[in-house]
T-cell receptor, first 112, second 114 residues
Framework: DAGITQSPRHKVTETGTPVTLRCHQT?????MYWYRQDPGHGLRLIHYSYGVKDTDKGEVSDGYSVSRSKTEDFLLTLESATSSQTSVYFCAIREATNEKLFFGSGTQLSVL | GENVEQHPSTLSVQEGDSAVIKCTYS??????FPWYKQELGKRPQLIIDIRSNVGEKKDQRIAVTLNKTAKHFSLHITETQPEDSAVYFC?????????????FGSGTRLQVQP
């Protein structure tokens, strides 16, 4: 599992509330990514990080922010959750020496 | 940015038959093309990848072919088995060129009928 842990695994929240998802890795990988998965859309990139305090936006970044204050943790925050953000969220790491992406187990988020 | 289109969205085959999934990409600078398999309720996992300096790559019953001129690549699974049933995603990126991330296709749900 490339030492990736996502928490929580499942979350139900209400519209308008802030939500933070955590991705923790134990192997000191520099590159980390957040994707969301929705039927018919595959995996879409939200934000990614190239190191501590070095982040960039992906194709569906509106309504999301990220932080990376330590190499091992990459946090995804939904500033004010909406029903359209109901999705499965996957964190991933990329090895420095190649392009291989390894995913965490995912977080199922429901916004009611 | 890159756009990856994947077809078909669903595919049903009989056990033992072959399955082919096709993807096209838009960015001619993309040079890395992996395929991921996702079983129900699980994470996507890399099954095979190819770089643009290679036209074909095989690993047992799976193979990937790449046509750079036409900007399309395909996954071939031979002698399909029920455990091949899953959702398959293709992806593309620019290997070794600055900030980059994989762009994924929309997925193909493969059902292998026993």
């Amino acid at each position: 599992d490339a030492g990736i842990t996502q928490s929580p695994r499942h979350k139900v929240t209400e519209t308008g509330t802030p939500v933070t998802l955590r991705c923790h890795q134990t192997e000191n990988h520099r590159y980390m990514y957040w994707y969301r998965q929705d039927p018919g859309h595959g995996l879409r990139l939200i934000h990614y990080s190239y190191g501590v305090k070095d982040t960039d936006k992906g194709e569906v970044s509106d309504g999301y922010s990220v932080s990376r204050s330590k190499t091992e943790d990459f946090l995804l925050t939904l500033e004010s959750a909406t029903s359209s953000q109901t999705s499965v969220y996957f964190c991933a790491i990329r090895e420095a020496t190649n392009e291989k992406l390894f995913f965490g187990s995912g977080t199922q988020l429901s916004v009611l | 940015g890159e756009n990856v289109e994947q077809h078909p969205s669903t595919l049903s085959v009989q056990e033992g038959d072959s399955a082919v999934i096709k993807c096209t990409y838009s960015d001619s600078a993309s040079n890395y093309f992996p395929w991921y398999k996702q079983e129900l309720g699980k994470r996507p996992q890399l099954i095979i990848d190819i770089r643009s300096n290679v036209g074909e790559k095989k690993d047992q019953r799976i193979a990937v072919t790449l046509n750079k001129t036409a900007k399309h690549f395909s996954l071939h699974i031979t002698e399909t088995q029920p455990e091949d049933s899953a959702v398959y995603f293709c992806a593309a990126s620019r290997y070794g060129t600055g900030r980059r991330a994989l762009t994924f296709g929309s997925g193909t749900r493969l059902q292998v009928q026993p």
